[in-house]
């Protein structure tokens, strides 16, 4: 994708653009639903979707900024935003930068002229893409029946970037509360789409420290994603789910445990980056793993006792993990832990 993207860029999603994530298909079959898709535009777009989703970033980046630049102009949104998100994940870090910045100017000018119906499609790659980051300071448009204008295929992703938005702004249960009904009542199987609402239920009841619901979200999003290998929205939510993905695959699912810590190290790393470059906040890549884990949970309110049970480790590994915590992040106490984690 080459220079910032224009308003052309983000018209209208007047079909349905995200032919994968949108996608009705048992798990399992996601190569095959790619494979009939008859558009071949439609078609390449999808196997970018399924390359990104299962963690194969470079690949994925490539694919979609070739494809920005030759698909029709309906099809432009998905070949952004998939640049976009597998830029963060492996490809090149402009496509987000520019992106970010660009939907900070559309704040300003909010594209004057332009339908509203217009300004929702844009609307939505752009929080898609930043609301998934916690980049801050891009005020959400209005989120009521207007949204129910976007293709129907689209809107259980849109109440996953709004219920995103209300986590982040600390409404936490009118978030799961939404979430829970957009999965209910959505058409399913559609196993991307119920992937992310599922992994966002399960963040709020985290936060509301409602464990045994979080476990159950987690695992049904698992379930729909392991037949596929969709390994990279776990790799995407890990630090945001602290601890979740320790409990539920390290032992029972070691292969796919691996994998994707390996997914998230890399997209951290980038994401850390990107997130200080852009906020002149101090995010920490200096952590391992657990170490993360032990702090983001710390951060949250949790006693020792509690992130033990939860991480399924002794009391005095969590005490030893939170000295190593605090030497390499120079810092006294488990209130500063905030600076540093999300």
Known sequence: MNGKPDKKRIMLFSSDPLTLATGHFEPGNAEAFCRAVENEDRRRLAEAELAYIRGESAQANEAFRALAETVSEDLMPTAILGSVLSSLAGGDLRDLIQTYEFARSIQVSSLDGESELTRLGGAFMLYFNILIRNLPAITFPPFGPDAFSMPPSLVPLAFYIYTSFLIETGDVGRAIGMAEGALVFMDRPCPVSEIYLSLIIARGYMLQKVWDKAEFYFKYAWNLAKPDRLYMPFAEH?????????????????????????????????????????????????????????ASLAAKGLSNGEIADFLGITVNSVRAHLRNIFNKLGIGNRRALGDYVI
């Not at 796919?256 to 101090?282: M, P, Q």
Request: aromatic share 10%; proline share 2%; net charge neutral.
């Open 238 to 294: 890990r630090g945001m789910l602290s601890g979740m993905l320790e409990k539920c695959l390290r032992y029972d699912e070691p292969q796919a445990y691996k994998k994707i810590l390996e997914l998230s190290n890399a997209y951290h790393k980038r994401w850390v980056f990107v997130h200080n470059e852009l906020t002149g906040e101090r995010i920490s890549d200096a952590l391992t793993a657990i170490e993360y884990n032990v």
